[in-house]
């Protein structure tokens, strides 16, 4: 037959592409046009965007909403300690181990708790990141409740003078959440991230449609706490401390990235990244606010989520048909 | 002939409300049956029976010469048996073309090019083409109803069940949906139609089987059924002994 052909990308993607491409190249040098406070700045917008984009997958696709991925990024960050104290490895290879252990890890911890649904889900997964802090607050060998100082032998492993860690550090988070970002597009772009969104719309035509929910969501849940796990080591790289408050923050590492994707727009690609840029602009006009700072976050959230529950960027895309990531197919008719 | 679907004393209840009650029957290959009973009387139950959604607590589901009873709606889609919901379940998100790959990719295991023929082939049957590009969730009923249709015939069905796809269209769409039925009817894919519209039932089906409160009450040819004093009783609300 053939009546018709199938195109995926469109000209806002192409030129989105060449856009985000050049970006990246000009994000890349920026140790040698950032200032070093700039630097460290954008090295925690990569990793809030990527946890952002995890959590987005997460939560707006396979329809897991957790408010517990905080157990992953402080079992990372711990993962880094440990492994590099106690195994002698080096910090980049702790992280990348950290993240198969929490792969390891995630697997009874899923049979257990998708057992939950809705809103029990969501709070079994905050119970395991609690049974996680406080698992981790008795370890002494790790300071225990106060935590410990990663070892000035191990950082110079990133570089022997300042400036150098911190820009290796600076590309390890830009690499992070150029990888979490391909890593996200590439899935939702194969078969299987065809599955995962139309789980997304309706369970239970999925299901009826071939689909296997469970494994399904067992697959991307692994996957991101696995991602998540290195996203938490290279946040304790850049702190250089780590404590169980800190570490497992409720607010820290899940609120904060609820909002993001909220605001962004839950349940797109592009949203994730939207919303951090948000976010960190609302931190940094208010943050000489104090506690102000909070009350506005919450106030924009309550006014996002009544006049616009796509997010910002479900407005934009239902204005103007734009998508930036070519995930959709486009049928052209030939007469 | 041998049978398609082969249904055995199946059992299901929710509490006190028995939704199946150790029906059985068989569907033949090639074979378009209609299902009738009134409302509650258990029709979209044995539908979720025979497609997985709901687990049976005794009796048999057989399907192309195996046991699915224990498999799962997924396992038993790519044995080969789709539906449409009676409320439509469109992924209201992705483009109507993406609903089609959906089944195509997933139920029928296609890939690449092909996959995306199989779902172009598919909405040109249904008369959906011209929508290809339209998010779900913006359709019309009737548009609704033809990506049911073109959702469970993407999945490439031996068996498909079609539930009240007729209901709530108005005359002139239901006469084109009743063709495009009666096409894929022809084609050589086995229907089982649960319709309260009734010409467009006895336009599609060789066979009515009489549901009321999880029991088969009646099964023969469409004319017989259709003067049978149960069926009388449940549409007209005629005692059957008066």
Redesign the interface.
Known sequence: ????T?TRSTRASRIAMVLGLLGLVVLAAAPWWAGRADLRLMGEIYLYLSLACLWNLMAGYAGLVSVGQQAYVGFGGYMLFALTVFAGLNPVVAILVGALLAAAISIPIATLIFRLKGAYFAIGTWVVAEVFRLSFAQIQALGGGSGSSLPVAVVKELGAKKAAREATSYWLALGAAVIVLFAVYFFLRS?RG??L??I???E??????????WRTKLEVYVVTSAFTAIIGGLIFLQKLRISPDAAFSVNDWTAFVIFIVVIGGI?TLEGPIIGTLLFFALREVLADYGTIYLMVLGLVAIVVMLKAPKGVWGLIRDRYDLELFPL????R?KD | MSALLSIQGLQKSFGAVVVADATSFDISEGEAVGILGPNGAGKTSLFNLI???LKADAGQVGFAGADITTH????R??AGI??S?QIP???????V??NA???A?????L?GHEA??HA??VL?DTGL??K??AR?GTLTLLERKRLELT?AL??KPKLLLLDEIAGGLTEAECHSLIATIQSIHARGTTIVWIEHVIHALLAVVERIIVIDFGKKIAEGDPKTIMESPEVKEIYLGVDPDA
Do not use: H, W
């Open positions: 037959m053939s009546a018709a199938v078969r065809l599955a969104t139309a997304r719309d309706s239970v035509a999925a299901s009826g449609l071939g689909i296997d929910i349940g959709s197919y486009r049928v008719q | 497609t997985g959604t799962s709606a997924a396992a889609c790519k789709a539906r919901f379940q469109p992924f209201g998100g992705m483009t073309f993406e790959l959906v089944g990719t997933q139920g029928a295991g890939s995306e023929e172009l082939s040109d083409l011209a290809a590009n779900a959702r993407s999945a």
